[in-house]
């Protein structure tokens, strides 16, 4: 029996290309992580005369066919796990984690430093869940709003 491209597989690749396409738009460059140690994507950014900036932004991405809405419909609830967490939070440049939906072709993100620190990650769970607000999709005014969250630019 040969091996088979499970719908996990062509989802994940599938979020993969929905964020890189919005970064491309707006001019930025994108890496894809080999291996996948907390990170899938590196976007790197350059200024309105094409001079590469200082800093990068990491992007986790998750993606599903049964995204999980909260009740009163204002936001997307997704969980993470515990070491992720951790990593993301100490980290100084900017990590943006990211839920695909598939079925709808829409992705939602959310900053994790802005959400999180280290002192909220001191209750020993194996996962968080993360409520990352609706409005918060993937698009180029959205990359363009996640370059602004690099230390370079303050």
């Known amino acids: 029996m040969r091996k088979r ?3 996990e597989h062509m989802i994940a690749d599938l979020s993969v290309n929905h964020v890189e396409r919005f970064i491309l738009r707006c001019g930025y ?3 894809r992580m080999d291996s996948d140690y907390g990170y899938d994507l590196i976007m790197v950014t350059y200024n309105e005369v094409g001079e590469i900036e200082n800093d990068l932004v990491f992007f986790q991405l998750k993606a599903t066919d049964n995204l999980k809405k909260r009740l009163d419909n204002q936001g997307i609830v997704h ?8 990593l993301w939070c100490r980290e100084r440049l900017p990590v ?10 829409i992705a939602y993100w959310l900053h994790i430093q802005g959400v999180l ?16 607000p609706m409005s918060n ?6 990359i363009r709003t996640i370059r602004l969250l690099k230390p370079s630019l303050h």
């Open 5 to 7: 491209r499970t719908r």
């Open 137 to 142: 999709t993937i698009s180029e005014e959205a």
């Open 96 to 105: 943006i984690f990211v839920v695909y939906d598939a079925t709808e072709d």
């Open 79 to 86: 969980t993470a796990k515990q070491n992720d967490l951790a």
């Open 117 to 132: 620190s280290s002192e909220t990650l001191s209750v020993k769970q194996e996962s968080i869940s993360l409520t990352l």
């Open 29 to 31: 460059t994108v890496q």
